[in-house]
């Protein structure tokens, strides 16, 4: 179990390494505050909850405000709250700032955001239908998903569609992980993090950072070989 940052994406650019150019997302990470503690005696499991971003008080909530104040703290916009070992706990007080120098020795991350919401879409655009045939005797069906009773119940399926059928519907504003992404560069003094790559969501969104919990054998190796 690792530990989560929040931050705020910032755009794109890129940088050179060498000859080569690498495009890469800038996020503004941090700083986050620890705002609670929660141990398996008091509340069932061990985690550690962040804020982030300052928020004036008059938009949060009263709950919020002394929840926060109690951490020594001024309101936060957005809460975050990630597992760890019983053992660790110990490595956390209340009132922490966590800051990007976290990442320092990281070679990989896992960045989590919403992804832009596109409103409703057709399944051509939305799951990359190939559409109707855009010949004569097609009128005005060419963008059209074509059947979709496909599990009727002269098939012993029982009436109605499949589960999960793709279909029109909104497309976006999802939970999307971007898995074990390069770290280019960290800049503490700044507060900013450089990720090879793009990420989910909008410039200027809040994202969640964390060390990658799952890598391929290439960068497993690299991780190992750092670690050794």
């Excluded at 060498?18 to 061990?46: L, N």
């Excluded at 975050?80 to 966590?98: I, P």
């Excluded at 507060?191 to 964390?210: D, H, M, Q, W």
């Amino acid at each position: 179990m690792g530990f989560s940052l929040l931050g705020k994406k910032v755009g794109m650019t890129r940088v050179f390494k060498g000859s080569v150019s690498v495009p890469v997302t800038v996020i503004q990470v941090g700083p986050c505050v620890v705002t609670q503690i929660k141990t398996p005696d008091k509340d069932g499991y061990a985690a550690v909850q962040i804020g982030f971003e300052d928020i004036k008080a008059r938009n949060s909530t009263m709950p919020l405000i002394g929840h926060d104040f109690k951490a020594g703290t001024d309101p936060k916009r957005t809460h975050r709250e990630f597992r760890v070992k019983a053992e660790d706990l110990s490595s956390y007080t209340l009132g922490q700032t966590l800051t990007v120098d976290q990442l320092k020795d990281q070679l990989y991350v896992d960045v989590i955001g919403t992804s832009k919401g596109k409103g409703f879409a057709g399944v051509m655009k939305r799951w990359h239908f190939k559409g109707m045939f855009a010949s004569h005797g097609t009128e005005r069906k060419h963008r059209s998903p074509g059947s979709i009773g496909g599990l009727c119940s002269n098939r012993g399926f029982g009436g109605g569609l499949a589960k999960g059928k793709k279909m029109a519907g909104h497309m976006g504003d999802d939970r999307v992980t971007a898995r074990s992404l390069d770290v280019v560069s960290v800049d503490a003094a700044q507060g900013l993090l450089l990720v090879k790559g793009p990420i989910p969501g909008a410039n200027r969104s809040t994202v969640e950072i964390r060390p990658a919990i799952r890598l391929y054998r290439s960068k497993a190796k690299k991780v190992a070989a750092k670690a050794g």
